[in-house]
């Protein structure tokens, strides 16, 4: 049984006056149905661009180069096949769009732009329904108010009327996962969906998806910055940087045993409960290569301080390895050991 | 300990925005963004406000900086080198000018608090000039002191603000901040905007500069986990008023408020073997131009009673340098951050 | 290595080479830049460049059509472009005239030629011309109006009209439209309260009987001098607003940014913040409006002189040179009247092209 999702060797460039910028770099991983896959990186490492090419949203002027981003589809009209390859589809065709939403669908930071000011958020919700499906009007209204109810919108009898500026964030993030989730997709995509929110609030929806997942069984890309977000709620996790994966493992070994540089450095760049207080924070030094440069080696070589980093780092050509049955590291010299 | 040696002292500081509708701006009502805020900071030390959005902290910060004139309450600074303790909330801006250099200010937004049509040297240079306290050659050697004390290269002087990135930009914040040798340093959500590496970076640098110059901070954030790491003392507010204020050892070890207990369980932790267990609150932060009766907190409140709706709870000491606002801080016994398994 | 030379060349930039970089990359806009600043050239040099005087009238030369500038002469072979004399005939029914090439004779364009005679600049008489042609042939490259007179220089001489006044317009408005919004949105208050009302209310007129009947109020007698002054000033006291309100709204958020929240908190005083903050920060958003608003300046006088109550003849506007083709026959009969159209839209064109590609480029952050 292939996985639900499998993205391999994916490749994003996106060609700029003064160059290319390799923003998604050879990127693979596969995805289970009801598994939720972490993807974390700072800012600039391409992450976002991981999502936006598997709904096929990528914008202007980025390309899929290469790759192949394979989704168990059910039997649609005039499609035989049970493997999609997504990349070779049209992005504007029929077929794209009936995927977005009803087998695909994302949710992001700021909700407020992914609804329609002008709309009542029902209407929206209605919408995703009427589109995807075969329901009259009255039976989308009342799943979008089951939906609603769902997410944990207190009376959505009343707030399925209500205008996305008429709810506070955290009700306008609940109804935009309760859009993105109306037609029973298998892969949800969340792009930073808790940056803009509050602590508590995050905690709300970080529980919240979980228990969607578990009774609806999706599968979920969960795209964050924040470790301790994705600590929280990945199955797995593929630590990018510079568009490349540095790290994939399950969640446990990604924070219990990295063994990248990079996922180290950046773990223990924030202050945990053994870091003595009021004590010097480790740091990575330097900053992100120039984006328009193509790095053969590790990107992180220069900013590494665990072996010295040698030519070996900086020649010996980008690949993942395989250190147990589920932890992959690419890192040229394996200068950590178990 | 001596009463000078405390730096500045906050007293039931208060600033109600009012709310204007139509043509004639009539007011009709307040938002009370900060409603009796006590706290002290004693010099070289480190003060952590926290709180979610809304909860007023950044306006605290911009009524110690004169932003803002209070609504009510006191702000007592005490001027170094023995000189006199003056309340900056009854000042004029004309009056303040005076005061200005010994408390300074980093922003949140690295790229909008320099001017980009100046180059390094003349951000770094401004505080020396319009204070008057260099010119010619030894107005350069601050300059270049100032770039160094940043950890930035003396040829960076001549770039203007867009050649540097984020974390470089907030050391340059940094630097321009130092330049007059202020005794109180307001940073407002300093790291925010940053990378986690970069965050560090900023934090290593504020901690040494401190134990190099022996400033005090306040410093407003909404990570529980940088405040306890970087705070002697936390200030935690919720809708304009204090309802926990601790050294931070006494808040994270045992927290006497529902709120600070839920707001910790709720961090998430990058370690795995910490299986926290957290408390899940009911709705949002309260709306603060309608803030609900009786404990403004009492709503989300999972140990909520009767009178909480009913009767606001004050600000009480409960322990050494323990206040906090809460009817039942006695009669729970709340976890702190180890038994919650919270590794912040 | 070339890499990190561009890169120390980003690094190493002023704010001044920022924007003109990103300038450069608006295709639009250079080509915009490239035609105002030939445009203000020749509205500089009009008498030099323009072949006659803007009154010369030749009466054998009556709507006289374009002159056909020839670089074959008669036996097929290449010539410096000549053209040749041409001779009017009516025909004494339909009083239509035709005008016809003589053959034989050749006139080729020469360079810096003697016609005319001018002050230049008012200042020194001189009668050197640019191009031209020796009589009795005669060079009408936009042929000529009902007078005789060549349409191209007329052009020329417009196009200094037109530009100046939406320039000088421009100004004044920018003077009012800098006081009255830097006092609303510095000082708010009641101050603001008041100039916003004002502001609301010059609106709410509609601005071509406004314009109308401020004009009609100027008395007939005026010399032309001084009615191009007083139509400059109803154009700008009608346009102040637009102006005094982006002057108002752009000081109301550069007072909350926080460069100058921080100069504020550094103990500047309000003069080094205005100054030194605000107006440097300014200027990059009041050269984008100005340079969106010289169009509409310039369409206002070609309105208001098109329908007679703006600029009289002897004063040449493009407006006034369009009164000349108001009506139907002569538009079927004599088109290239039109062709002062052509420049009004090159210029309006032109500056929008310029205000939007300096509108990108100035944004610091857009990018």
Not at chain 1, 224 to 243: A, E, M, R, T
Not at chain 2, 178 to 205: G, K
Not at chain 2, 292 to 313: I, K, M, N
Not at chain 3, 104 to 113: A, E, H, M
Request: proline fraction near 6%; aromatic fraction near 8%; glycine fraction near 8%.
């Amino acid at each position: 049984m292939p996985p639900l999702l499998e993205v391999d060797d994916l490749q994003v460039h996106f060609f700029i006056d003064e160059g290319t910028v390799r923003a998604v770099d050879g990127v693979s991983f596969s995805l289970e149905q009801g598994k939720t896959l972490g993807i974390v990186g700072e800012s600039g490492s391409g992450k976002s661009v991981i999502g936006q090419a598997i709904l096929r949203i990528v914008p202007s002027p980025g390309q899929i180069v290469n790759g192949r981003i394979l989704l168990q589809v059910d039997e649609k009209e005039n499609l035989q096949q049970q493997t999609l390859d997504l990349v070779t589809i049209d992005p504007r065709g029929a077929l794209a769009r009936s995927i977005r939403g009803s087998d695909i669908s994302m949710i992001f930071q700021e909700p407020m732009n992914s609804f329609s000011p002008v709309h009542t958020v029902g209407s929206q919700i209605m919408e995703a329904l009427l589109i995807h499906s075969d329901v009259s009007k009255a039976e989308a209204r009342n799943q979008a108010i089951e939906m609603l109810h769902r997410v944990g919108i207190p009376q959505p009898e009343n707030r399925i009327d209500a205008y996305p500026h008429q709810l506070s964030g955290g009700m306008r993030q609940r109804a935009m996962i309760a859009m993105a989730l109306v037609c029973r997709p298998r892969v949800l995509i969340a792009d930073e969906p808790t940056t803009a929110l509050d602590v508590t609030v995050q905690a709300q929806i970080l529980a919240l998806l979980k228990e969607l997942q578990e009774e609806f069984g999706m599968a979920i890309i969960f795209i964050s910055h924040n470790l301790g977000v994705i600590s929280d709620i990945s199955d797995d996790v593929l630590v990018v940087y510079f568009g490349r994966v540095m790290e994939q493992a399950p969640v446990k070994d990604i924070f219990d045993y990295p063994l990248h540089p990079y996922t180290q450095a950046l773990l223990r760049s924030v202050p945990g409960i053994d870091t003595p207080v009021r004590t010097e924070l480790a740091t990575i030094e330097g900053t992100l290569p120039d984006p328009l440069a193509y790095i053969v080696g590790c990107p992180f070589y220069g900013r590494c301080t665990e072996c010295g980093g040698d030519s070996v780092c900086r020649d010996q050509p980008y690949e993942l390895t395989k250190v147990s049955p589920e932890h992959f590291v690419a890192c040229p010299r394996m200068c950590i050991k178990l | 300990m001596s009463a000078s040696d405390i730096l500045i002292e906050v007293k039931n500081l208060k600033k109600y925005f009012p709310i204007q509708k139509g043509v004639f701006k009539k007011v009709v009502g307040h938002v009370k963004a900060v409603d009796g805020v006590s706290f002290s900071i004693r010099q070289g030390e480190t003060l952590g406000l926290v709180g979610e959005s809304g909860c007023g902290k950044t306006t605290v910060g911009r009524m110690i900086m004169g932003a803002y004139r209070p609504t009510g309450g006191e702000i007592w600074f005490q001027t170094p080198d023995g000189g006199p303790r003056l309340n900056l909330a009854e000042m004029t801006p004309a009056q303040m000018r005076p005061i200005r250099p010994h408390i300074q200010m980093i922003f949140q937004d690295p790229f909008a608090s320099l001017n980009p049509r100046m180059t390094v040297r003349e951000i770094l240079a401004e505080p020396l000039i319009v204070n008057k306290v260099a010119k010619g050659a030894a107005l350069e050697g601050r300059v270049r002191e100032l770039i160094e004390l940043v950890g930035l290269k003396v040829q960076y002087l001549t770039r203007y603000p867009h050649a540097f990135s984020g974390g470089q930009r907030q050391r340059i914040c940094v630097a321009r901040a130092m330049a007059l040798y202020p005794r109180l340093l307001v940073a407002d959500e300093p790291t925010s905007a940053l990378d986690v590496s970069v965050q560090a970076q900023i934090v290593n640098l504020a901690l040494e500069i401190q134990n190099k110059m022996g400033l005090a901070y306040l410093f407003i954030s909404h990570d529980l986990g940088l405040v306890r790491h970087f705070s002697q003392k936390i200030v935690l507010m919720y809708v304009g008023k204090v309802v926990e204020y601790a050294p931070a050892a006494n808040l994270f070890g045992k927290p006497r408020h529902p709120y600070t207990e839920a707001l910790m369980s709720n961090v998430p932790s990058v370690r795995s073997d910490f299986v926290s267990h957290k408390i899940i609150l009911k709705g949002e932060t309260a709306d603060p131009i309608n803030p609900p009766p009786g404990c403004a907190f009492h709503p989300r409140c999972v140990y909520a009673q009767d009178v909480c709706s009913r009767e606001e709870p004050l600000l009480r000491e409960i322990g050494p340098d323990h206040v906090v606002a809460c009817h039942f801080s006695e009669a729970l016994d709340l976890n702190g951050c180890d038994a919650l398994g919270c590794a912040i | 290595m070339e890499q990190k030379q561009k890169e120390m060349k980003y690094l190493n930039a002023t704010w001044r080479q920022l924007v003109w970089w990103r300038y450069q990359k608006h295709t639009l806009a250079m080509i915009g830049l490239v035609s105002i600043t030939g445009m203000y050239f020749t509205a500089i040099f009009c008498e030099f460049l323009a072949p006659y005087e803007k009154d010369t009238r030749h009466l054998e030369a009556i709507y006289s059509p374009p002159s056909t500038v020839h670089i074959f002469d008669e036996n097929g072979s290449l010539r410096w472009p000549f053209v040749r004399k041409t001779d009017m005939e009516i025909d004494l029914e339909t009083h239509k005239m035709t005008f016809r090439e003589v053959m034989g004779v050749n006139y080729p364009i020469k360079l810096f030629v003697r016609g005319d005679t001018y002050l230049f600049w008012g200042l020194w008489e001189t009668d050197i011309h640019f191009f031209g042609v020796d009589s009795p042939a005669k060079l009408y490259l936009f042929g000529a109006d009902r007078m005789g007179r060549d349409v191209f220089s007329r052009c020329l001489y417009g196009t200094r009209i037109s530009l100046s006044i939406g320039m000088i317009g421009v100004f004044l408005s920018l003077v009012l439209g800098l006081t009255l919004g830097g006092i609303s949105g510095y000082s708010g208050g009641w101050a603001d309260v008041v100039i916003q009302r004002i502001i609301e209310i010059i609106r709410c007129f509609p601005s071509i009987p406004l314009w109308m009947g401020l004009s009609a109020s100027m008395p007939p007698h005026w010399p032309a001098l001084k009615v191009y002054f007083t139509i400059t000033l109803i154009l700008s006291l009608v346009g102040w607003t637009d102006l005094a309100r982006m002057v108002r709204g752009k000081l109301i958020a550069l007072r909350e940014e926080e460069f100058v929240l921080a100069a504020r908190f550094l103990g500047a005083s309000d003069a080094r913040i205005i100054f030194r903050h605000l107006l440097p920060s300014f200027t990059s958003h009041i050269i984008v409006s100005v340079t969106l608003a010289i169009p509409g300046m310039i369409l206002a006088e070609t309105a208001l002189s098109f329908l007679g109550i703006g600029l009289r003849p002897p004063i040449t506007s493009l407006g006034v040179l369009l009164k000349e083709a108001q009506n139907v026959t002569t538009v079927a009969l004599y088109p290239w009247l039109l062709i002062p159209v052509a420049f009004v839209i090159i210029i309006v064109l032109s500056f929008n092209f310029v205000g939007d590609g300096l509108r990108d480029a100035v944004d610091p952050y857009s990018r």
